[in-house]
């Protein structure tokens, strides 16, 4: 059974960059088939596919947050991470990493709680 577990910051200043990492158990990030994203969800709001990075290091990114955002992995330490820049009191949310099968089946981590203020 695949795990996910964000850590990071939970207090970023408005400008600064946010980072986030998703350290992955009980499977590879490299197992063919599957993407490694990044979702949130802003107080009193939905669900946001922020991106995701697939099993092979390609990325995709939502057209309304390319620009500020990267997704990066390190396969040694099966973790994928979430930069987001020139953040916003708006970036603040519930960060969660997930895996999506091909299936659209997903495993989520617990989420993780980010403020932007300063």
């Known amino acids: 059974q695949v795990q996910l577990q964000e850590s990071g910051p939970g207090l970023v200043k408005p400008s600064q960059t946010l980072s986030l990492t998703c350290t992955v158990s009980?499977?590879?990030?490299?197992?063919?088939?599957?993407?490694w994203s990044w979702i949130r969800q802003p107080p009193g709001k939905g669900l946001e596919w922020m991106g995701h990075i697939y099993y092979d290091g390609s990325a995709l990114y939502s057209p309304s947050l390319k620009s500020r955002t990267s997704i990066s992995r390190d396969t040694s330490k099966n973790q994928f991470s979430l930069q987001l820049s020139s953040v916003t009191p708006e970036d603040t949310a519930v960060y969660y990493c997930?895996?999506?099968?091909?299936?659209?089946?997903?495993?989520w981590g617990q989420g993780t709680q980010v403020t932007v203020s300063s």
């Open positions: 009980g499977g590879s990030i490299t197992t063919s088939g599957y993407r």
């Open positions: 997930a895996r999506r099968s091909n299936r659209f089946d997903y495993d």
